[in-house]
């Protein structure tokens, strides 16, 4: 019975060994329990860890996304007054784009520039260029204006002389008189014979080699003259070649500068001169008799004369002449501070050819003679030649700038 019991106890010790209830069990398995434990606490630990990390991360996110919504509300303010500056820029460089090309500093047309977008520094651009090609144009206005108004400058003369003549001419009883003094007519025969007496002294001055001249020019015309002990008188001329200009038209100019009252006016007196001009005959289309008054303010003296106008054909060209003629009734008409003038001027037009033979030029020769009744009057007298030179060319060839 105690074998038997003995190896009931055995068997339950046995038993008790394998199963975790028994008592023996429990005091076997003591140290697995304690692994367990560490292997808790370590995961214990990670998952603090973890949530440690992650919660960092969480934080450190947050301050990332508010951060970036920082960032972006400072975008859209700096967006805002991008715009604003931009479109403050695009009115203003209408009114202030000069002012700002020739003052501002490069560092300010930089900061404009940034303030731009490309569509508005194309409409710039283009606004740049119009305004360019704008100006351009006023440019050559501005020059034709300027032409303009140096031929209106030729006419104010002609009116103020017609305004002074106006005023005065009707109160004058000499000038009354000399209107109405008589003239005799001249002979056909007296006029062709004038005519060539007049042609032969301009070709031998014009062929002669005794004159002295000054070697200089004024506005391209040289000038050249011989003094005539014989006759008391001194014969001159001033000339200038002229490319591309034909002796036809020149021709017709000088016609008309003798013989038209008001282009007279405008081309060969000045506004400090009176003039009046009357055709006392005609004899044909190519001769006329003038009967002229001209009155200098400045000096208080007033000159009359007569004289046959004509032209003629040559083999050159052309010859435009006027000389005075007699007139016994005007002449004793004349009263105090008034004088009777000889005049004899004549203008040559002579055609030049070109390099290629081709006559396309032309050469004029103003000339005349001083009688020894006005030479005491030469020097002023030569001085209201050379600028009627100047004023015929000035209004029958081309505008002079003289500056």
């Not at 651009?125 to 204006?145: D, G, I, V």
């Not at 003296?301 to 009734?329: D, E, K, N």
Request: net charge neutral; proline share 2%.
């Amino acid at each position: 019975m105690e074998l038997v019991a003995t190896q009931l106890r055995g068997n339950d010790n046995v038993r008790g060994f394998s199963e975790p209830g028994g008592k023996a069990t429990g005091e076997t398995r003591q140290p697995a329990k304690t692994k367990t434990d560490a292997r808790a606490k370590e995961a214990d630990a990670s998952a603090v860890q973890r949530a440690r990390r992650s919660e960092i991360e969480k934080k450190s996110r947050q301050r990332r996304q508010g951060s970036i919504k920082v960032m972006r509300d400072e975008v859209k303010v700096l967006e805002r007054e991008y715009l604003r500056l931009a479109s403050r820029a695009a009115k203003a460089s209408s009114s202030d784009a000069a002012t700002s090309e020739e003052d501002g500093s490069d560092n300010d047309q930089h900061e404009r520039g940034l303030l731009l977008d490309p569509t508005q520094v194309q409409a710039l651009r283009n606004k740049f260029l119009r305004l360019s090609s704008e100006a351009a144009a006023l440019r050559k206005e501005q020059k034709q204006l300027h032409k303009i108004l140096n031929v209106q400058q030729l006419f104010r003369d002609s009116f103020q002389a017609l305004a002074a003549e106006f005023t005065g001419t009707d109160s004058d009883p000499r000038l009354n008189a000399v209107h109405h003094a008589r003239f005799e007519p001249l002979a056909t025969e007296t006029c062709f014979a004038l005519m060539r007496d007049s042609y032969d002294v301009i070709t031998r001055f014009e062929a002669g080699q005794d004159f002295v001249t000054t070697g200089s020019s004024l506005f391209g015309w040289s000038d050249r003259r011989r003094l005539d002990d014989d006759e008391s008188k001194m014969i001159f001329c001033f000339r200038k070649m002229f490319e591309n200009q034909g002796c036809e038209r020149l021709m017709e100019e000088s016609w008309r500068t003798f013989s038209d009252l008001e282009f007279m006016r405008r081309v060969v007196f000045s506004s400090k001169v009176d003039l009046d001009l009357e055709i006392l005959q005609v004899v044909n289309r190519d001769a006329l008799v003038v009967r002229r008054h001209t009155n200098y303010r400045a000096m208080g003296r007033s000159f009359h004369t007569v004289y046959l106008l004509f032209r003629l054909q040559t083999a050159s060209g052309y010859t435009v002449c006027f000389r005075t003629i007699p007139a016994p009734g005007i002449q004793q008409a004349l009263g105090e501070g008034e004088a009777w003038i000889d005049l004899f001027h004549w203008t040559t037009l002579s055609r030049v050819p070109d390099a290629d033979g081709r006559l396309t030029g032309c050469e004029i020769s103003f000339g005349g003679s001083i009688g020894a009744g006005v030479m005491n009057f030469a020097a002023h007298w030569m001085l209201e030649l050379i600028m009627t030179v100047v004023r015929w060319e000035n209004a029958c060839v081309a505008p002079l700038f003289i500056k």
